[in-house]
């Protein structure tokens, strides 16, 4: 192994250029991917809260009285996927309507008996809502749903088109780094063809011959993906500070860096090991044909 090893930094050092190049790539194509998994991870975030905030309206029979409505409140709660249910009086839904219209005069002479009891019903798996609605319409006590099941399916129709398109972008950009690592460590093996066609005349087998390039393309690996985990960092940062301090985006979260920057360094570290050796395995393959 210490033979692997040596081989492996002296031929990152002999041919210098080209590993910098393939350091430069793997960090752009790092830096890529970060980028597109992080903003799938914050809209996936973002439509999480509008999915929590996300709540539909029971209406309970007029002829019920207060406790006869607050008691279907177990009954609500007892349906699947139904994560909370606040009751709401008449009198508080009243209040809060006057509040919400405080420019019309009319409403303050409007009797609390115009309005219903009511449950404000909110849902663990907001892709169910439609067969929640169902389920609570279905309760002896409840006359009428007011929920926006199109709003709730544009959420997960929007989420799942966000993590489908990061899918396919990183599993697109992991296979265009490793061919472009390959060709980049290819053309630095090309230079000792003779060097592994005179060891293999001598018997050295291929797993012999191998090793040093995957040491090489480990290392370039493991140090690109140092590189860009700290770049992505400041790039983060940046893009972070400027979303806060901009006003037209007000309404936009972002998920601090420190909270995901053990699970982004072990990932990066992952792929940029595999990228290296994966590319080296695939350059040095030619070359093993003597």
């Known amino acids: ?11 990152i050092k002999n041919h210098a250029m080209m590993s910098f190049s393939a350091v ?21 975030h973002m439509l999480g809260r509008l999915e929590a905030e996300n709540e ?9 009285t207060t406790d006869q409505a607050k008691a279907l409140e177990s009954q609500v ?12 009086t008449r009198e508080q839904a009243l209040e809060q309507y006057r509040q919400d ?4 005069e009319l409403l303050s002479e409007l009797p609390a008996s115009a309005l219903r009891d009511r449950f404000r019903i909110r849902v663990h798996e907001i892709g169910q809502m439609e067969d929640t609605v169902a ?11 007011s929920a926006q099941v199109e709003v709730a399916q544009g959420f997960v129709l929007v989420r799942n088109i966000a993590g489908g398109v990061a899918l396919v972008l990183v599993a697109v950009l992991l296979l265009v780094s490793i061919f472009i690592i390959s060709n980049t460590v290819r053309l630095a093996t090309f230079y000792r063809k003779e060097e592994i066609a005179i060891m293999k005349m001598c018997g050295a087998t291929n797993a012999f011959v191998r090793w040093p390039f995957v040491v090489e393309g480990a290392v370039l690996g493991l140090n690109g993906s140092l590189l860009a985990f700290f770049l992505q960092w400041g790039i983060y940062q940046f893009v972070c500070s400027a979303v806060i301090q901009s006003n037209g985006l007000s309404l936009l979260t972002v998920i601090p860096y420190a909270d995901m920057a053990r699970q982004l360094l072990l990932t990066f570290l992952g792929t940029g090991f595999v990228i290296g050796v994966g590319g080296s395995l695939l350059a040095i393959r030619k070359f093993l044909q003597v």
């Open 135 to 145: 389920r609570v319409r279905a309760i002896d006590g409840v006359v009428n749903i």
């Open 77 to 88: 709660l007892a349906v699947e996927n139904v994560s909370s249910a606040e009751f709401v």
């Open 56 to 64: 539909f309206l029971a209406y309970i029979d007029e002829t019920y």
């Open 24 to 44: 430069c790539m793997i960090v752009g194509c790092l830096l890529i991917m970060g980028t597109f998994t992080l903003l799938a991870v914050n809209l996936e």
């Open 101 to 104: 219209r405080q420019d019309n």
């Open 1 to 11: 192994m210490g033979y692997y090893l040596g081989e492996g930094l002296r031929s």
